[in-house]
């Protein structure tokens, strides 16, 4: 008895808003103001076009970054762009407000056939989910980090050997903040390619990051080896200094920014910023 009292106390209101207004005003023309929510409704549909061009731009932006994986990428932009066409085709379409001539008659039949629709959905849905206790919703599949990291360590678990999900796993995990894990990340992918320089380069970076004597000397190893290979990038010279210092090789780090000086532009940036490490590095003498 309980339950039909408050499916009654839900749906009378409820009728009563629906209704009313077919009944009442049947005999009067529409209320003006109809062109503006016809304009309303057309910038709703601009902003949502352009939240989807961006989030679009930016999703091709993170997997052209190596930030999302092929599968999560090719899923997300079908959505985005399924969305988009919703969109664009809805805007399309000529919205011309024309004045409907008022019909009492269609307006009471069908605010009766409205009721009697409401009426027995309602009851039939109340009558269900008062017995039964509704399922848990399924939480949306979002594109975050934290699953994406954990993909991406199911796949190198069955394959560690896999070049492209290590260098994958490396940023993702640099961008989340956890070095030590990046770190371990990039040492394996410069195991199975001790050729590539930017995965050198990219290790001894991270070595200096880290500041320890022990980290900091392989750092320099593995940037002589890449002057080597490259002796026209001068930024090779920028991280040969910086680990010098750290050392406490005052004298070296000084000679090192010397060499480097010349090799950029005058008026650039980076010139400015050797120049003012050089700068610092006399006045601490």
Do not use: C
């Amino acid at each position: 008895m309980m339950e039909w009292l408050v499916a009654s106390s839900l749906l009378v209101p409820t009728s009563a808003i629906l209704i009313w207004p077919l009944w009442r005003h049947s005999d009067r023309p529409l209320p003006a103001g109809v062109e503006g929510i016809l304009e309303e409704t057309d910038q709703e549909r601009k902003e949502e076009k352009k939240r989807l061009l961006a989030n679009l731009r930016l999703l091709r932006l993170h997997y052209a970054e190596g930030k999302v994986a092929k599968e999560d990428f090719q899923e997300l932009e079908t959505e985005y762009q399924q969305q988009l066409a919703v969109v664009l085709n809805g805007s399309e379409q000529v919205r011309t407000y024309v004045p409907v001539k008022p019909r009492p008659g269609l307006h009471h039949g069908g605010s009766a056939a409205l009721l009697l629709l409401v009426s027995a959905t309602s009851l039939l849905l109340f009558n269900h989910y008062w017995k039964v206790a509704p399922a848990t919703a399924q939480p949306t599949q979002e594109l975050n980090a934290d699953a994406m990291v954990q993909r991406l360590e199911a796949r190198l678990a069955a394959n560690p050997n896999d070049i492209e999900g290590q260098m994958m796993m490396a940023r993702s995990y640099t961008a989340l903040g956890r070095s030590n894990e990046a770190l371990k990340a990039w040492n394996k992918v410069l195991e199975l390619e001790p050729e590539n320089s930017e995965v050198s380069g990219n290790v001894a970076v991270m070595l200096l990051q880290t500041g320890g004597e022990t980290e900091v000397r392989e750092a320099l190893k593995l940037i002589a080896r890449l002057r080597q290979t490259d002796p026209a990038e001068p930024g090779w010279l920028w991280y040969q200094s910086m680990g010098e210092d750290l050392l406490g090789q005052r004298d070296e780090a000084r000679a090192t920014l010397e060499e480097l000086l010349p090799m950029l532009p005058p008026e650039s940036e980076k010139a400015a910023m050797v120049r003012e490490a050089l700068a610092q590095m006399t006045s601490a003498r």
